[in-house]
């Protein structure tokens, strides 16, 4: 039986439940599992005070085809078919008329420059991600600049679904 008086220390340290990092990069992880490039499965949560505002994935724009379909289109060794996860959460919130002032940042890999100015624009204050991927210095000088705080949450049994 639990002791009333617990506040949740001894849930966390059974690993019953996860810290608030842990739980929406987590869930940031099975959003990246929609994504329909397998260069590297990633999503995104945007979060205000605990609740989850829009997800994204890095998938083909809207009525267009799907790499998984119809292969990659690369340019400069980049796939450009897609459209990445954070800019897709971003679009999540305007489509809706919901706004992320203020939010953090769940995703499962370091975010790119585009993404990165997308963001800082967006208004997102934290940045919390799993897998250190292919990290642009000028993006962190950027997030840095911006006073965005950045988080590294490497979660168990890895979070890198890189193909």
């Known amino acids: 039986m639990m002791d009333p008086a617990d506040k949740g220390e001894n849930r966390k340290v059974m690993g019953m439940r996860p810290e608030w990092d842990t739980y929406f990069l ?15 499965h990633v999503g995104c ?3 205000v005070d605990k609740r989850i505002l829009t997800t994204g994935y890095n998938g083909s724009p809207t009525g267009q ?24 959460a971003i679009i999540q919130a305007a489509l809706h008329g919901v706004s992320t002032k ?25 940045l919390v991600y799993e897998t250190a991927y292919s990290i642009d210095p000028i993006a962190q000088s950027f ?15 890895g979070g890198d679904q890189t193909a």
């Open 102 to 126: 203020g939010a953090t940042c769940y995703v499962t890999h370091y975010p790119c420059l585009n993404c990165t100015k997308a963001l800082i624009n967006a208004g997102i204050i934290r």
């Open 65 to 88: 085809e799907h790499c998984d379909d119809v292969g990659h289109l690369l340019v400069d060794g980049h796939c450009v078919r897609t459209i990445h996860a954070e800019t897709n």
């Open 143 to 157: 997030f840095q600049a911006a006073g965005v705080e950045e988080t590294r949450v490497p979660l168990p049994n």
């Open 26 to 40: 987590r869930i940031a992880q099975v959003v990246g599992e929609r994504s329909t490039c397998d260069r590297a």
């Open 45 to 47: 949560v945007l979060v």
